[in-house]
């Protein structure tokens, strides 16, 4: 019986990374996808622990999860800066416009 337990946990990380792969991509936004390859790369280190494998798990989680989702999230902070739509300026204010009438007052 003690089996049971260790046995549904492995099937509930092997559901969670298929879910992990799959929102990561068929996700439209990068952003979310980039955070499901993470996720996915830390889920696939647990998966390594639970093998008996860790040096592949603290490769994986250091590497495949840390390293690669901190590039990126960097690459895409700068493509969003490099290929940002251009603002419209607001518009300006009305120049202050003095009349004849207060000109001759002063």
């Known amino acids: 019986m003690s089996a049971l337990p260790a ?3 492995d099937l509930l990380l092997g559901l969670g990374l298929i879910a992990c792969a799959a929102g990561a991509l068929l996700s439209r936004e990068l952003f979310r996808a980039i955070v499901m390859f993470i996720v996915f790369g830390l889920l696939m280190a647990l ?3 639970r093998l008996r494998a860790p040096d ?3 490769a994986e989680a250091a590497i495949g999860a840390g390293l690669t989702g901190v590039l990126l999230l960097d690459t895409l902070g700068y493509l969003r800066r490099r290929f940002e739509r251009p603002r419209p300026s607001p518009p300006s204010a009305p120049a202050a416009h003095t009349s ?3 000109q001759t007052r002063s």
């Open 56 to 58: 592949i798990a603290l």
């Open 100 to 102: 004849d009438k207060e």
């Open 47 to 49: 998966a390594w622990v």
């Open 7 to 9: 046995n549904a946990f």
